[in-house]
């Protein structure tokens, strides 16, 4: 029996944070992240960079570097409520914004408002778009069973608990495995605010039992995962991707198998 809920380097666990509608506090946050070795992916709305000079440009790059900047629409509407052509318009041009700014395909969304429906979500995928975030929390650190519909586990406010509650069961075989938790930098405005992040910052990170990433990461590696290609009694593997993944066997082993290998075991 082969099982997926393995993350690179053979690890069980993955931590990720996602921020959205870009904000000066970002640099701050993104310091903390930094500091402690965790990873965000950060939602940002790209009509406030259009017209924005190199110099701007070259501060926002160095400001997400290391982190995934993902897409927001461009002024932050309500999916739900727009027609499937400013939906497209939205998503289209937001990408195209910060693509040329960042220089890498930005195919990640978080619904603004936590506004979708099924139409916006097909507009969307016909823009490239992979995954994206909801605002409903699952606080139950579960697997999206579609990355168009990824609840986070919690908002930042109600994530000290439910740290405590996931390092605590970082050995369990019976609990989910991710914990996603998102938020706003602007909503951290007091020295206060502050200090609570960092205890949920730390109290995360530092694991060598978990895997810090960014949300398109997350993707990338456990669609890398559904391409293998197993052999019916489940000795070789072959894996078409460009990343190594691992894989559980009859609940004991744990596989790697290399970017574009084959793998006997």
């Not at 950060?42 to 009509?47: A, K, M, R, W, Y």
């Not at 497209?88 to 937001?94: A, L, N, P, R």
Request: with cysteine.
């Amino acid at each position: 029996m082969i099982q997926l809920h393995i993350y690179p380097g053979g690890k069980r666990r993955v931590v990720t944070f996602s921020y959205d509608d870009g904000h000066v506090n970002d640099s701050r946050l993104i310091g903390l992240f930094n500091k402690y070795g965790v990873k965000g992916t950060f939602h940002l709305n790209g009509s406030r960079y259009i017209g924005i000079g190199e110099a701007e440009k070259e501060a926002l790059r160095q400001r997400y570097s290391g982190h995934e900047v993902a897409c927001h629409t461009m002024r932050h509407g309500w999916p739900s409520r727009m027609p499937m052509q400013s939906v497209v318009c939205e998503t289209f041009e937001d990408r195209k914004v910060l693509e040329g700014i960042f220089g890498y395909p930005v195919i990640g969304m978080s619904y603004p408002s936590g506004s979708y429906d099924g139409e916006s979500i097909q507009a969307m995928r016909a823009c490239g778009i992979v995954y994206s975030r909801t605002t409903v929390p699952n606080k139950n650190f579960a697997i999206p069973e579609d990355f168009m519909v990824w609840h986070p586990t919690c908002h930042h406010r109600d994530a000290l608990p439910l740290c405590e509650k996931f390092m605590a069961e970082l050995d369990s075989q019976w609990t989910m495995p991710m914990f996603y938790i998102w938020g706003h930098a602007h909503e951290l405005v007091t020295e206060e605010n502050w200090e609570y992040m960092e205890k949920i910052v730390s109290s995360l990170a530092g694991s060598e039992k978990i895997w810090y990433a960014t949300n398109i990461e997350i993707y990338n590696y456990m669609e890398a995962q559904k391409r293998l290609q197993i052999s019916a009694d489940e000795t070789v593997f072959y894996n078409p991707s460009d990343i190594s993944v691992w894989v559980e066997r009859d609940k004991k082993d744990i596989i790697e198998i290399p970017a574009g290998v084959t793998v006997r075991a």
